[in-house]
């Protein structure tokens, strides 16, 4: 993920947002597996299951679900905040998907700080105002959420 937050923009330069919200939801193994093989036919036919239950059912790492929440936060990221909310419930609900095989050695979700995952959560579902609008001098916007982001949080 820490590619996807420094280097993707730098380089690539995406030319719309759903270039790279594709491009992210493919590293993250969130698409149809089709997909992968059809170009080059690898992995074969009989190995394919087997490849994309190992690339797919993995847990998450608190740093990958912090670096997407800081790229949904990011006016420089092509990604807003109710996708990333999306992202990140998807990647969750994949990972507790494993919890009957967690162990000590074998942790699918874990955090030392989860109220960071709330706060980034709640501050994800907030409505930002565009900077195209003028807005008075003396006037400070009041804080307001979007509501189908924030009752998902």
């Known amino acids: 993920m820490w ?20 491009s992210l939801h ?14 080059d036919g690898w992995p074969a036919e009989n ?28 006016k420089h990221h092509p990604l807003n905040g109710r996708d990333t909310i999306d992202l ?3 990647l969750v609900k994949r990972a507790a998907a494993l919890h009957p095989l967690e162990s000590e050695d074998f942790r699918v979700l874990y955090s030392d700080s989860p109220l960071n995952f709330i706060e980034y959560l709640l501050k994800l579902s907030a409505y930002s105002f565009p900077d195209t609008i003028s807005l008075p001098i003396d006037y400070t916007p009041p804080p307001m959420a979007i509501a189908s982001a924030y009752w998902k949080v």
């Open 26 to 39: 493919k590293v993250l193994f969130m698409i149809n597996h089709e997909e992968y093989s059809m170009i």
């Open 3 to 22: 590619w996807f937050l420094e280097v993707v923009l730098k380089i690539y330069k995406p030319s719309s947002s759903n270039i790279y919200a594709k």
């Open 88 to 90: 990140a419930e998807f």
């Open 47 to 74: 190995e394919r299951p087997m490849y994309f239950k190992v690339t797919s059912e993995i847990p998450l790492l608190q740093d990958t679900i912090l670096r997407i929440f800081y790229i949904g936060r990011s």
